[in-house]
Nanobody, 124 residues
Framework: QVHLVESGGGLVQAGGSLRLSCAAS????????MGWFRQAPGKEREFVAA????????YYTDFVKGRFTISRDNAKNTMYLQMNSLKPEDTAVYYC?????????????????WGQGTQVTVSS
């Protein structure tokens, strides 16, 4: 079992940056593959990025490649999402998720553990 808490969201102008954090409590954080997802108003939840147990393997959805970077610090039980060159269409609630069942995945149903979400709003 792992408990996840996101932080770092806020209001930023287009072109700006934010860094989201996902703090995990519980045992064996380094045994969890982790992911970031987001959900905009009126839209389905969508995959953003995922990272493997050691951080060596990362995946991104096309619309964030080159702008977002996922990373983790297993010593601090924390995962990060550095978001640069933000666009108004990045506005959403961002969720972190964890799984031990599979490696880093883009499918939300592979993740049994979820945080409560943090709001990111990008103004034009």
């Amino acid at each position: 079992q792992v408990h996840l808490v996101e932080s770092g969201g806020g209001l930023v102008q287009a072109g700006g940056s934010l860094r989201l954090s996902c703090a995990a409590s519980g045992r064996s954080f380094n045994s969890y593959a982790m992911g970031w997802f987001r959900q905009a108003p009126g839209k389905e939840r969508e995959f953003v990025a995922a990272i493997g147990w050691t951080g060596a393997i990362t995946y991104y959805t096309d619309f964030v490649k080159g702008r977002f970077t996922i990373s983790r610090d297993n010593a601090k039980n924390t995962m990060y999402l550095q978001m640069n060159s933000l666009k108004p269409e990045d506005t959403a609630v961002y969720y972190c998720a964890a799984t031990t069942g599979v490696g880093p995945s883009s499918r939300d149903y592979d993740y049994p553990y979820w945080g409560q979400g943090t709001q990111v709003t990008v103004s034009s």
